[in-house]
């Protein structure tokens, strides 16, 4: 038997989860509700938050997976991409625990873990698949040939896809982050009531930095003659806004799909939760015969469930890391 206990703590989510033969039995989490007032993840308190969230969430996890710490076989952690100082948390609490237990420690990439999430529920993607990976950070075409073999065939150039929604969310005067709330005004818009620019980036990359000033100067100047005009529109603008970042990633994904000519098709990462890039997804899917797959809201946005079953398949594989690991903000594949 394989018991793997996985830890995240790359950004404001400090998460464990307990997997069992490769079927998750527990995934707690802890958010961080002290950056809202910040507008953004202020690095140094999410650090803190992190301190006093880990033990906890990991008592929680090994209770609701009915096992005693003494049952768990390795200790699979994210090592990067993320905040240095919050992957320091999640990095130094999963060495103890793997020195205190003697036990072996696992590394794994944030953005591969987010990918690996398919592997979680049925059905599970066939290899090779693409996978749009979309988060707060990242925004990335990855052809996946193999559980740890993954190559980027396409990402941003500037912004993230999440960063997109919610730089969006802040001129609107919307809370952090606001991704899900432009999610849930969206439902009662018209996508097409204004039109933003699709911007003209070559190959497989994407840019979003140039759609933000769009968005910004479009505000600025419909306030500047009806200053109710966001409260008035609120629904149409996110619907709008929505409607022209969905439209760009599959845009590219369509795209991806025909250069590598695979129609096993999968999404990731946080924006993979978002209602219009999902059915946009499923419509697509019907026109291109593409097989989808598409992750449940639990396992879209950052989760230790995802780094748990990343571990399972590394620990099948023997794949382990030493105590003089540390953790990397930048990480590749
Ligand atoms: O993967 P994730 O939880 O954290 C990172 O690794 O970055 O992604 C967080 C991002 C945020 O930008 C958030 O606004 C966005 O995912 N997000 C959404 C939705 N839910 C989360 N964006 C659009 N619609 C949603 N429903
Ligand atoms: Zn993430």
Not at 87 to 97: E, R
Not at 218 to 234: N, Q
Request: proline letters at 5%; aromatic letters at 10%.
């Amino acid at each position: 038997m394989a018991i793997i206990l996985g830890i995240e703590s790359s950004c404001d989510e400090t998460s464990a989860s307990i997997c069992i033969d490769g079927e998750i039995r527990s995934n707690s989490i802890a958010n961080q509700i002290i950056h809202e007032k910040y507008g953004g993840v202020v690095p140094e308190l999410a650090s803190r938050a992190h301190q006093q969230n880990i033990i906890p969430v990991v008592q929680d996890a090994i209770t609701a997976a009915k096992i005693s710490k003494k049952d768990v076989n390795a200790v699979a952690f994210t090592r990067g991409p993320g905040l240095l100082g919050s992957l320091l948390v999640g990095t130094s609490f999963s060495k103890a625990f793997a020195l205190a237990n003697n036990i072996p420690l696992i590394e794994v990439n944030h953005m591969q873990a987010h990918i690996l999430a398919h592997f979680i529920d049925d059905p599970k993607p066939t290899f090779p698949f693409l996978c749009l990976t979309v988060s707060g950070g990242h925004t990335q075409i990855v052809l996946v040939k193999d559980y740890f073999e993954m190559e980027i065939v396409g990402q941003t150039t500037d912004d993230a896809a999440g960063e997109a929604f919610d730089k969006t969310a802040k001129i609107l005067n919307l809370p952090y982050p606001g991704g899900p709330l432009i999610d849930k005004y969206a439902k009662q818009g018209n996508p097409k009531a204004f039109a933003f620019p699709e911007p003209q980036i070559p190959g497989l990359d994407f840019s979003f930095s140039g759609l933000k000033t769009s968005i910004l100067y479009f505000v600025r100047d419909k306030t500047k003659v009806d200053a109710a005009f966001i409260e008035t529109h609120l629904a149409d603008i996110c619907a709008s806004v929505q409607y022209r970042i969905v439209t760009i990633l599959l845009a590219k994904l369509k795209k991806a799909a025909k250069l590598y000519d695979i129609k096993n098709i999968a999404i990731a990462g946080g924006v993979s939760a978002n209602s219009g890039l999902r059915n946009l997804l499923q419509e697509t899917a019907e026109k291109e015969g593409w097989n989808v797959f598409i992750p449940a809201f639990d396992y879209c946005t950052d989760n230790a469930a995802m780094i748990a079953i990343a571990g399972y398949y590394k620990f099948l594989k023997k794949d382990f890391v030493g105590q003089d690991i540390a953790p990397l903000a930048r990480m590749g594949f």
